[in-house]
């Protein structure tokens, strides 16, 4: 029997955590929720997240750092952005260090599970293939 995929989401906001926590409990998932990066960074879990749902603009290190730090300590972990304020310098510098999708908020639950289904095959084959839903508005 496999694990249940853990995805940790880490965004400043109260509320999309709770959402987010909310609707991928209903996908099966399990979760585990950040105020901070730096409150990711200091956690040590017993597995690693499968996946990260990251928002760009936090106080303290931003979505972005968080990526950078990451792949400079070896932590290889899919990560999908979300933001409130999208730009296009943004979006296509996570995307060239890897990123599987960068996503304007408010993101809806059915893009939220197209992009983890693929973030998380992606992650099972180490193939290189992204989902980058960005232009969408949504």
Request: glycine share 8%; charged share 15%; net charge negative.
């Amino acid at each position: 029997m496999h694990p249940v995929p853990l995805i940790a989401v880490v965004d400043d906001d109260e509320a999309v955590r709770g959402s987010l926590s909310s609707l991928l409990r209903s996908l099966g998932y399990g979760v585990r929720c950040y105020g901070s990066a730096d409150a990711f960074l200091r956690t040590e879990e017993p597995r690693p997240p499968a996946c990260l749902i990251l928002d760009v603009q936090m106080p303290g290190m931003t979505g972005p750092e968080l990526q950078v730090s990451l792949a400079a300590s070896g932590r290889s972990i899919p990560i999908i952005f979300m933001t409130g304020f999208p730009t296009e310098a943004v979006r296509q510098q996570v995307m060239q260090a890897g990123a599987r999708a960068y996503l304007n908020k408010p993101v809806d639950g059915d893009t939220i599970a197209q992009c983890l289904a693929h973030a998380l095959a992606d992650a099972c084959v180490a193939g290189p293939s992204r989902v980058d839903p960005a232009a969408s508005s949504m």
